[in-house]
């Protein structure tokens, strides 16, 4: 069932919004030495000496095969969401501030050096996620491959891997021994770093990968050209101010501020008309403006913000106090952010138009005072479990429960 408020209707959604794709953001794939014609033409001379014939190397692409629903995925270390599967191919990376994950095709051709033929294939697909958590330095990435089909000289073929961590992080430990690569099965491993930016105030970005090869006898040189696998950047910090836990996320994602509709009506309902008439920092999809806000953390522009919005001039009624859209504490609040202000006709504001559109500008509405003073608890308590600095991106989703 959707709830219909004016003229915008509120689509039933969850508390938790779905992932979002990183964009270009974290989907860089670091390039193998060499190309595979590269690697025929370097092999062709150790033909001659070894005897052996045929040598392999690895293309990385968009191309894979799922499994058959629940096939394969109790093998994992940790199972990856559901999502990951939904965007499974597509090149991108997708998740949280607190997770990300990819699924893309990897393919070993196997080529004969002197004729320049390809002789075999591992059609393959390499399983990718990162997890932790916001109030904690450490975090996770496992990696796993698993073969669904092939052809020609692949029988005997095992695969191992290893990581590394540059910028702000040690390695705890690298678990990916060498293993035989099976059909309709997951190889795989998982590693542990810890972000070194403890100190109070500090802020650091954090770049793992892994790395891993392809082994059999009867290829030349008996290993294929190395997979790099990076994952998107990491970054630690204790300087959420006034948090002092250290931790760390993702932040090629946004962070996200939730409010029910069902609880916090009133407040629900001025953020929700405020984006649908083009204010921005509404979640992706449900309004027309999708860019997110920006967190600012200046004192004293947050005070100018919302004396422009809400000024003592406008007449509070019993039980209510002014609510501004975007919020004071973002670059997007009514005085860093620019623009002229709207409101609504339940809002009790006269001296604010109503029916305005448009990105810029803000909206002031009298709502129900506890649900202000809650809500405001509320970003605060996103800032800090988001760990959104200043100028750090978030958006505003607004849900509600289906009868």
Same mark, same amino acid.
């Given at each position: 069932?959707?709830?219909t408020?004016g003229?915008?209707?509120?689509?039933?959604?969850?508390?938790?919004?779905p992932?979002?794709?990183?964009g +270009?953001?974290g989907t860089?794939?670091a390039p193998?030495s060499?190309? *595979?014609?590269?690697? =025929?033409?370097?092999?062709?001379?150790?033909t001659?000496?070894?005897?052996?014939e045929?040598v392999?190397?690895?293309v990385?692409?968009?191309?894979?095969?799922?499994?058959?629903q629940?096939?394969? /995925?109790?093998?994992?270390?940790?199972?990856?969401?559901?999502? *990951?599967?939904?965007n499974?191919f597509?090149?991108?990376?997708w998740?949280t /501030?607190?997770e990300?994950c990819?699924? /893309?095709?990897v393919r070993?051709?196997?080529?004969?050096?002197?004729?320049?033929q390809i002789?075999?294939?591992?059609?393959?697909n390499?399983y990718?996620?990162?997890?932790g958590?916001s109030? +904690?330095l450490?975090w996770?990435?496992?990696?796993?491959?698993?073969?669904?089909?092939?052809?020609?000289t692949?029988?005997g073929?095992?695969v191992?891997a290893?990581?590394?961590?540059?910028?702000? *992080?040690t390695?705890? @430990?690298?678990?990916?021994?060498?293993?035989?690569?099976?059909?309709d099965t /997951?190889?795989?491993g998982e590693?542990?770093?810890?972000?070194t930016?403890?100190? =109070?105030g500090?802020?650091?970005?954090a770049?793992?990968s892994w790395?891993?090869?392809f082994?059999?006898?009867a !290829?030349?040189?008996?290993?294929?050209?190395?997979?790099?696998?990076?994952y998107?950047?990491?970054?630690?910090d204790?300087?959420v101010?006034?948090y002092?836990i250290?931790?760390c996320? !993702?932040?090629?994602?946004p962070?996200?501020?939730?409010?029910?509709?069902?609880?916090y009506p009133?407040?629900?309902?001025?953020? !929700?008309?405020?984006?649908?008439s083009?204010?921005?920092?509404?979640?992706p999809?449900l309004a027309p403006?999708?860019?997110?806000?920006?967190?600012?953390?200046?004192?004293?522009?947050?005070v100018?913000n919302?004396?422009?919005?809400?000024?003592t001039?406008?007449?509070?009624p019993?039980?209510k @106090?002014?609510?501004?859209?975007?919020?004071?504490s973002t670059?997007?609040g009514?005085?860093?952010g620019?623009?002229?202000?709207?409101?609504?006709?339940?809002?009790?504001?006269?001296a604010?138009? +109503?029916?305005?559109?448009?990105?810029?500008?803000?909206?002031?509405?009298?709502?129900?005072?506890?649900q202000?003073?809650?809500g405001g608890?509320g970003?605060?308590?996103m800032y800090?479990?988001?760990?959104i600095?200043?100028?750090d991106?978030?958006?505003v989703w607004? !849900?509600s429960?289906?009868?």
């Open positions: 069932m959707t709830e408020v003229s915008a209707t509120l689509i039933p959604s969850q508390p938790k919004p992932a979002l794709p990183a +270009t953001a860089a794939t193998n060499e190309s *595979c014609d590269e690697v =025929v033409e370097r092999h062709k001379r150790r001659a000496i070894t005897g052996q045929v392999a190397c690895v990385v692409g968009e191309e894979g095969k799922l499994p058959e629940g096939d394969m /995925r109790v093998a994992a270390p940790l199972e990856l969401p559901q999502y *990951c599967y939904d499974a597509d090149g991108q990376w998740g /501030r607190e990300a990819r699924i /893309r095709g070993v051709d196997i080529t004969n050096v002197q004729t320049g002789v075999g294939q591992l059609l393959l390499e990718a996620y990162a997890y958590s109030t +904690t450490n996770a990435q496992q990696v796993e491959v698993s073969l669904y089909g092939g052809w020609g692949i029988a073929t095992t191992d290893r990581t590394e961590c540059s910028g702000a *992080c390695t705890s @430990s690298s678990d990916f021994p060498r293993q035989s690569v099976i059909l /997951r190889q795989g590693a542990y770093f810890r972000g930016s403890s100190a =109070v500090s802020t650091g970005n770049n793992a790395h891993y090869r082994y059999n006898p !290829w030349v040189g008996g290993r294929t050209t190395e997979v790099a696998a990076p998107p950047t990491v970054r630690c204790n300087a101010p006034g002092h250290a931790g996320i !993702w932040p090629d994602w962070g996200v501020l939730s409010y029910q509709w069902n609880t009133e407040l629900a309902n001025h953020i !929700w008309n405020a984006q649908q083009g204010l921005p920092g509404a979640y999809g403006n999708g860019s997110p806000l920006t967190r600012l953390t200046d004192e004293t522009l947050k100018k919302r004396n422009k919005a809400c000024p001039s406008y007449p509070r019993s039980g @106090s002014c609510d501004e859209y975007p919020f004071a670059y997007q009514a005085s860093t620019g623009g002229t202000g709207r409101t609504l006709e339940v809002c009790s504001i006269s604010l138009p +109503t029916g305005v559109t448009g990105a810029t500008g803000y909206s002031a509405c009298m709502i129900n005072k506890k202000n003073s809650e608890t970003i605060n308590k800090q479990e988001n760990r600095l200043d100028r991106p978030f958006h607004i !849900w429960t289906q009868d």
